[in-house]
């Protein structure tokens, strides 16, 4: 989480630099197969929910103060099926997928709507 807070502080692009951050974490499955058995094991032993909780806990107050609550959860939500979603297919999401995905999800936030919208800039609507 150290190195997050350290490239998001460096770089304005905070979708763009989440999906770099994001595309590096899915480079090691087992890391990111380990985090999704802990979520698992969590469900049914409330003793290991404090442990599965510091991951997205983290994300989400490493986020907020930058894009708000309402994004951040949405982003710390989406982290979390992104990685399902590569876990299950074994194809990550791709880094421009992802800073897309990312960036429309803090649109709204009142920090990141300039971000939002350059990084929309010159594309059409879908």
Do not use: C
Request: hydrophobic share 40%; aromatic share 6%.
């Amino acid at each position: 989480m150290a190195q997050w807070r350290s490239d998001l502080d460096k770089d304005r692009d905070l979708a763009a630099t989440l999906a770099r951050l994001t595309t590096v974490y899915l480079a090691d499955q087992d890391r990111y197969r380990t985090l999704n058995e802990l979520y698992m094991a969590a469900a049914h032993r409330p003793e290991l929910q404090r442990l599965a909780r510091l991951w997205p806990d983290g994300l989400l107050a490493l986020l907020e103060p930058r894009i708000g609550r309402r994004a951040a959860n949405a982003v710390t939500v989406f982290f979390d099926g992104a990685t399902l979603h590569a876990l299950i297919t074994g194809t990550p999401l791709s880094t421009d997928e992802l800073t897309d995905a990312i960036a429309r999800l803090v649109a709204d936030g009142p920090e990141q709507r300039e971000v939002g919208q350059s990084a929309h800039a010159g594309r059409t609507p879908d």
